[in-house]
Nanobody, 124 residues
Framework: QVQLVESGGGLVQAGGSLRLSCAAS????????MGWFRQAPGKEREFVAG????????YYADSVKGRFTISRDNAKNTAYLQMNSLKPEDTAVYYC?????????????????WGQGTQVTVSS
């Protein structure tokens, strides 16, 4: 069993930065692929970024490529999402998800564990 807790959200002006953290409980964090997703009001949850359990491979949605960076520290049981050059359209609740997988699924339904989410609001 893994429990995930996100933090680091907040209100920021366009062009600003935020760093989200996803702290995991449980001993097997290092075995999980981790994904960051977001969900805006009235929209479906969408894939933002993902990282394999070794950290060797990272994947991004086209909308955030070049602006967001996903990373993980398995010794600290934590995954991160560094968000730079934020835009108003990045406003959403951001969730981290975990699944035991050799790759990084992009479908939310593929993830077994989820955090409670953290709100990111970007003002224009």
């Amino acid at each position: 069993q893994v429990q995930l807790v996100e933090s680091g959200g907040g209100l920021v002006q366009a062009g600003g930065s935020l760093r989200l953290s996803c702290a995991a409980s449980g001993r097997s964090f290092g075995s999980y692929a981790m994904g960051w997703f977001r969900q805006a009001p009235g929209k479906e949850r969408e894939f933002v970024a993902g990282i394999v359990w070794t950290g060797a491979w990272r994947y991004y949605a086209d909308s955030v490529k070049g602006r967001f960076t996903i990373s993980r520290d398995n010794a600290k049981n934590t995954a991160y999402l560094q968000m730079n050059s934020l835009k108003p359209e990045d406003t959403a609740v951001y969730y981290c998800g975990g699944v035991i997988s050799g790759g990084v699924p992009r479908a939310p339904d593929s993830y077994v564990y989820w955090g409670q989410g953290t709100q990111v609001t970007v003002s224009s």
